[in-house]
């Protein structure tokens, strides 16, 4: 098997069109919480981040899943 990584040793695993990432402010604002309680979620996993460097990105799309599996009924 041959090994198709870039230079920099990464190996593309796909592409990734149309995929918009927030940082953590800006899901701390959109959520109205605070930064390090977005750092939380992280941590637990209970919302999907990717590492970059030493910041976090979040796809626009698991803040949506995570919001849309924190609603509930009242009443």
């Known amino acids: 098997m041959t090994d198709k ?3 920099g040793g990464v190996t593309p695993i ?3 069109p149309g995929v918009q990432f927030h940082t ?3 899901v701390a604002a959109l959520m109205r919480v605070s ?3 977005v750092y939380r979620l992280i941590h637990s996993g209970e919302l999907e981040a990717v590492r970059f460097g030493r910041s976090f990105r979040v ?3 698991a803040v949506a899943a ?3 599996s924190s609603f509930y009924e009242t009443g």
Request: charged letters at 10%.
């Open 5 to 7: 990584s870039t230079p």
């Open 24 to 26: 953590v402010a800006e």
């Open 35 to 37: 930064k390090m309680s």
């Open 14 to 16: 796909g592409s990734l």
């Open 59 to 61: 796809p626009a799309t």
């Open 66 to 68: 995570y919001l849309q």
